[in-house]
């Protein structure tokens, strides 16, 4: 499996990001995904969790309420839709594809400051 993630960058607090993951070399739909972030000094920390069967979510409570998860599966892509952003969610963002191993992507990193 490969993942590329993109739509990282730099936003002022109270901004938004799409973050995209595009997969390969696998069956999307068989696929239970994730986005993790590590922010500097930090360990790896889960933000956000879609299920490959009804398309489940769960949330860490940081980012419940600002952040979405959603996935396509026709175009082999997971998101992350991240609203009003804060300074304390700049890290690093991963995606992580699970189907009997787990699988990263590279990162793409994201910055909230003024």
């Known amino acids: 499996v490969q993942l590329v993630e993109s739509g990282g960058g730099l936003v002022q607090p109270g901004g938004s990001l799409r973050l995209s993951c595009a997969a390969s070399?696998?069956?999307?739909?068989?696929?239970?995904m994730r986005w993790y972030r590590q922010a500097p000094g930090k360990e790896r920390e889960l933000v956000a969790v879609?299920?490959?069967?009804?398309?489940?979510?769960n949330y860490a409570d940081s980012v419940k309420g600002r952040f979405t998860i959603s996935r396509d599966n026709a175009k082999s892509t997971v998101y992350l839709q991240m609203n009003s952003l804060k300074p304390e969610d700049t890290a690093v963002y991963y995606c992580?594809?699970?189907?009997?191993?787990?699988?990263w992507g590279q990162g793409t990193q994201v910055t909230v400051s003024s």
């Open positions: 992580f594809a699970l189907y009997l191993h787990g699988y």
């Open positions: 070399g696998f069956t999307f739909s068989n696929l239970d």
């Open positions: 879609i299920s490959r069967v009804g398309g489940s979510t």
